[in-house]
């Protein structure tokens, strides 16, 4: 919340831009003055009040009086101890290093955007709430030291008049002591708890920059959907291994053009071999085809928000501000400015996943990782060490052919296997309960699989559409993901990905097949050939051949009971 009684005072030459910074900066609540020349602005702010100062840093008067020198005053001067500054540069990031260089606090590119410049401000003010807040407890302490000095000269003087002196100065010096073993302890502790609360936010800055997906980068998107259409040629998903056969069956016949006798037959069988390969996988594909065609319809997206809430005083983590794109401001290093306070929007990371209806309606299974997302996450359980505490902010489900979104909750977590359940309010939807088969013949090395699920998220669900349709979903959903979904739902883009493959080994826990898959899929329904559900996607695992992971349904099927039944609403 911003203080009325905080004084901001700018220096800027040109009139113009001074009449703009004045401007911004009192439709924020703040006082402020503003100056054209760096000797009014140093005056100005060494008066009594003063929290920041907003500064050219090309100013400089007849006999130069530069920025830097204003600084250095600022530095060096117990008057005005605490004074946050804050330069203005030209353009580029050497210009705003060169700032900083000059012993400021922040610095900003011309030209500003009035919403950044806030977020500064705001930022920098903070700092000296802290900054003040540590010096009036050292304030404090030094009066405590005093008042002891004095009541020591007391109590010394009346020790020489008293017949137990020597007893009377010994318990003296010890309550003395005690004084300042309590003040310095006291002033220690709030230094502490002051640095520690900037670092942890600062961690959590880093942290976040890395994780943020909050917000959607539109050209970013388009560019991953434009890279994914090009490979998937504008088609769906192949069968795993066709094209790889293909391109091998045409390496082995050009090598036969100019192979010998001997190396001939051998090249000829290895050909042989090949095409039988490539016809079972064309068989099978058809007949994955006509068994998982009624299944489409039940396998959901998830989307799941993420929040975070700081574990001593229960504020929101939110962005400082967006700029005019919409984007979370940055601070000079390219990471997004992060605050408690304020009313900016709140720090969101968007998780996507699978999930299938396998019990009573409205019930469905996705993974645990899913429905909760920092599990098993070392970056989002890094937020935990840094004070804040990840927790679901909304659960939405969108099913093919229906343009609504569907709220979720969880239900059931898996405490022995990566699985969860959900709980979806399904109003007047209706969808088939997928059948799943947990004996011991339903899943087979060997055998092929088909595999459905929402690999790579809105980027695939996007390269499945032309261009202008990809850019039109992008304007009209800006950068807020549910509004981009919402879109997605409305012209009926939303459906699964459907992947081929063959089971390479069977586990006690998991089940090791090679259908394609990707994050986003994680969650997903893996079909046997009978089109029965035998496993639940779980792991990419990379550089292993292509191969992934999925739990056996039958650790789904404790879940499924002990979930208490819940109407549909």
Known sequence: ????????????????????????????????????TAREGLEAARQPGTDLLVLDAAVADSNVFSAHEIVATIRGSAVTEGVRVIVLTRPGAGERAAGLDLGADDAISRPWDAAELLARVRAQLRVRRVDQQLLDKMHLAEEGQQIAHTAFDALAITEKM????????????????????IAVVMAGTYFLFARSAQKDLRSTTTTIARLERGFVHQQDLIAEARRLRGAQGGAGAEPVGKDELQKQAAELQAKMAGAGSDEGAALRKELDDTNARLKRIEQEGDSAQNLIRADVNSVCLLHVAVGFRNQQSGQRLRYAGLNQQGEPIQDSQGNPVLTLEGSGPEVRVDVFGTGFPAGPEGRIVTNRHVAQPWWDNDELSQLTSQGFTA?????????????????????????????????????????????????????????????MGYATGLAAILARTDEDTAQQIMAHGGTDVAQVLDELARRNLIHPLITQGHIGDILPDKIVFDAQTTSGGSGGPLFNKDGKVIGVTFAVLKGFGGSNFGIPIRFSEPLLASAPAHASN
């Open 162 to 181: 008293s017949s137990d002196a020597v007893s009377l100065n010994r318990r003296l010096k010890m309550g003395l002591a005690g004084v300042f073993a």
């Open 1 to 36: 919340m911003i203080n009325g009684r905080e004084k901001i005072v700018v220096v800027e030459a040109d009139a113009a831009s001074r009449d703009l910074l004045l401007a911004a900066i009192q439709s924020a609540g703040y006082e402020v003055v503003a100056f054209a």
């Open 391 to 451: 927790e679901i902010a909304s659960i939405h489900a969108y099913f093919p052919g229906d343009p609504r979104a569907f709220i979720t909750e969880i239900e059931e977590i898996s405490k022995d296997a990566d699985l969860a359940t959900m709980r979806i309010k399904m109003q007047d939807l209706k969808r088939p309960v997928l059948t799943i088969d947990s004996g011991k013949g339903a899943a087979v090395t060997g055998e092929p699989v088909v595999l």
